[in-house]
């Protein structure tokens, strides 16, 4: 598998859970940014991570958090979950933190209920 | 902070008509700036960015720093061109982000 994975694929979870989404980076990729994709809208910066530390953040609470492991897949943890976290979490990798010429690579992304 | 319009939600347009998406940003820096595309049922991928200043699929972008402009052309559209496409803007120096637009949706009609 040479693109990136995203698990699960669809998710329901209930207000004020937490919920940890994955994603498996393209080979050779050492960098992963995670996207929120409200229905309608483009999607938004939520955090990067390269070589295992978190490089550069948007404008999102500190209850979404992130891991990056040493092969560079990668979670994204949202606690206390709200009715607006309902959204498609899209992950992307790249050769490096700035898109370098090749853009981003996307995953076909998480759909997150919250009810 | 950095910013893209797209201006136009939907655009819909003849088969073998132009095709031109509106694209605008706000940025103080040197900016990178890249058209996604995503087809019904598939990811988002890069379409083309302005740096290579290349032809895909027939489409062509060009940077306009002056009007701070990025509009995505093709002189003849089809069918297979029906599409979501996002504008987008990357800030390495601004936390690494790419910043999209909110998209617009293209229908091509027989």
């Known amino acids: 598998e040479t693109g990136v994975t995203q698990s699960p694929t669809h998710l329901i979870k209930t207000r004020g859970q937490q919920v940890t989404l994955r994603c498996s980076s393209q080979?050779?990729?050492?960098?992963v940014s995670w996207y929120q994709q409200a229905l309608g809208q483009g999607p938004q910066f939520i955090f990067q991570?390269?070589?295992?530390?978190?490089?550069g953040r948007g404008n999102f609470p500190p209850r979404f958090s992130g891991l990056q492991f040493p092969n560079y897949s990668s979670e994204l943890n949202v606690n206390a979950l709200e009715l607006d976290d309902s959204a498609l979490y899209l992950c992307?990798?790249?050769?490096?933190?700035?898109?370098?010429?090749?853009?981003?690579?996307f995953g076909s992304g998480t759909r997150l209920t919250v009810v | 902070a950095q910013r893209v319009t797209q201006p136009e939600k939907l655009l819909s347009v003849f088969k073998g008509a132009p095709v031109e998406l509106k694209c605008n940003y706000s940025?103080?820096?040197?900016?990178?700036l890249f058209w996604y595309v995503q087809y019904s049922r598939q990811r988002l991928q890069l379409l083309l960015r302005?740096?290579s200043r290349e032809s895909i699929k027939g489409f062509t972008a060009d940077l306009n720093k002056g009007e701070t402009s990025f509009h995505l052309k093709k002189p003849f559209a089809q069918e297979e061109d029906s599409a979501m496409y996002y504008c987008?803007?990357?800030?390495?120096?601004?936390?690494?982000?790419?910043?999209f637009g909110g998209g617009t949706r293209v229908l091509v009609k027989p």
């Open positions: 992307a990798s790249s050769l490096e933190p700035g898109t370098g010429i090749n853009g981003y690579t």
């Open positions: 080979s050779g990729h050492n960098t």
């Open positions: 991570y390269y070589r295992e530390e978190e490089n």
């Open positions: 940025y103080s820096g040197s900016p990178e």
């Open positions: 302005h740096i």
């Open positions: 987008a803007l990357n800030t390495p120096a601004a936390g690494n982000k790419l910043t």
